[in-house]
């Protein structure tokens, strides 16, 4: 049997019709840049955390660095983030000319450990950025206790966790700004890279939409220095196909969750995830921490199952960011989990034989010894 880390035919099989429709119309109105598609999706975005505005980018990473702009961080500012997370964190604070301060993970949930803000603020810091990884939500009201005292911004990175929620309160009512990516893996995905960034600052919602095209207000007049990042019409308009069958999928999601845990339960080499209490999990990726995690990883491989390691390399000891200093013993909590952190096939449609024969190949590669 082969097992995909990622199946997107069957999804795009059954919205097919409405998908095509939707792109035809599009084609046929001729109106591709910042036109009605994007505003809906925007106001569908926003409205589901209850959020008052949604600026669709070009891409998440975009949305990260149009935010942090956005909340007035200058070069030289330091901005806090987790050393175990997408590149695209830390370089939208590097790319501003500000300096990418690494903070430690919690043990259980893999996002940032609110202990190590605390440790990593100086005068110098003008914000966080909390990633709610691989689909739940970080210790938010713990983070904005920390924002508020110290007046910081706080740009959520939900870019693998649209629709989660933390105490039934979802994703950017805690922040400044909230970004998501809808890159065609993420569980609302376009069929290229987008991305959006969502507000309830009025103020700092039309800096974004004037960040996104060029800086200009009106057309042709630039006041500040702006970039070319606008959401796609045509991959909007896909999105508001995808984003009324979220909450569907995203149980689905759920579900396979439930079921590999149970699976594995009595498999004393892994721990599966966790789930912080009151926390809606939504499930981006299903991870692990497992014993041998790279053989491991190549049998299951031999056998026909996809995997991956999100990430094998913290973002403290890349090259990259080599002259800040870090060092290996810096961050252990993050270290220990770029060794021991495996991701299972994870997407709605992933069927129960395919999970019990991806749990069946791991009982027997421990068993085996």
């Known amino acids: 049997m082969k097992v995909p880390m990622l199946d997107l035919t069957e999804q795009y099989q059954s919205i ?29 975005v926003s409205n589901m955390s209850d959020i008052g505005f949604g600026v669709g980018v070009a891409n998440g990473s975009d949305a990260l660095h149009l935010s942090l702009l956005a909340c007035g961080v200058e070069p030289g500012d330091e901005v806090i983030v987790p050393a175990f997370t997408f590149f695209a964190t830390g370089g939208a604070v590097a790319r501003i000319g500000a300096v990418p301060v690494f903070a430690d993970i919690d043990p259980k949930t893999f996002n940032i450990d609110p202990d190590s803000i605390r440790k990593a603020i100086t005068e110098k810091t003008k914000a966080i950025i909390p990633v709610h990884l691989y689909g739940q939500m970080a210790d938010m009201e713990e983070i904005s206790a920390i924002a508020k005292e110290k007046n910081l911004a706080v740009v959520e990175d939900a870019a693998q966790a649209i629709g989660s929620k933390l105490n039934n309160i979802g994703v950017g009512q805690f922040g400044t700004t909230a970004t998501y990516s809808f890159f065609p893996t993420k569980n609302l995905g376009a069929y290229g890279d987008g991305g959006m960034v969502v507000t309830n600052d009025e103020g700092i919602a039309e800096k974004l939409k004037v960040l996104r095209v060029h800086g200009s207000k009106p057309k042709y007049y630039h006041h500040v220095l702006g970039y070319n990042s606008r959401l796609d019409e045509l ?31 009595t498999v004393d080499e892994v721990k599966t995830p966790y789930i912080a209490e009151n926390s809606y999990h939504v499930f981006h990726q299903y991870t692990l921490r497992v014993n041998k995690r790279d053989e491991l990883q190549e049998f299951l491989k031999e056998n026909g199952i996809a995997t991956m390691i999100y990430y094998p390399m913290p973002l403290h000891l890349q090259p990259v960011f080599g002259e800040l200093g870090y060092k290996e013993g810096d961050l252990p909590v993050t270290e220990e989990a770029c060794k021991e952190a495996l ?6 449609e992933l069927k129960r034989e395919q999970q019990e024969y991806v749990v069946n190949k791991i009982k027997e590669f421990y068993a085996k010894g």
């Open 16 to 44: 097919k019709e409405e998908v095509n429709a939707s792109m035809e119309d599009v084609m046929s109105n001729a109106h591709f840049i910042l036109g009605s598609n994007v505003k809906q999706l925007e106001e569908t």
């Open 235 to 265: 991959h909007a308009a896909v999105l508001n196909i995808k984003v009324k069958y979220l909450s569907e999928w995203t149980e689905m999601r759920r579900e396979n969750a439930n079921y590999y845990s149970e699976l594995l339960k």
């Open 343 to 348: 991701s299972l096939p994870m997407f709605p």
